[in-house]
């Protein structure tokens, strides 16, 4: 399932605008209180979109995949962020 889960979070991410990416590298990189909440809400949101996403989260069996899920979406996240060069984006 590995190869299928990477497949499925780099095309999540390289179909989410650098908004988008800005959003979900400081959720993810800076963790503080309630940003895992707000990045399972936005990909549960999105993930009519991307079913594959939502299909990829939905199979997690216990919370330690979900974790596992998060930290492999960041690393994905991150890489896209740096290739693109996005701007960092400021917490409201």
């Given at each position: 399932m590995k190869?299928?889960?990477d497949a499925v979070l780099i095309e999540f991410?390289?179909?989410?605008?650098?908004?988008?990416?800005?959003?979900l590298s400081s959720k993810?990189?800076?963790r503080l209180q309630d940003d895992l909440a707000d990045v399972l809400d936005y990909v549960g949101r999105n993930?009519?979109?991307?079913?594959?996403?939502?299909?990829?989260f939905r199979s997690a069996s216990n919370c330690w995949e979900?974790?596992?899920l998060?930290?492999?979406?960041q690393k994905v996240?991150?890489?896209e962020f740096e290739?693109?060069?996005?701007?960092?984006r400021t917490r409201n």
């Open positions: 190869v299928n889960q991410v390289k179909n989410s605008s650098d908004e988008e990416i800005s959003f993810l990189v800076e993930g009519s979109k991307h079913h594959n996403i939502d299909n990829l979900i974790y596992d998060c930290d492999a979406l996240v991150c890489s290739k693109r060069k996005i701007n960092i």
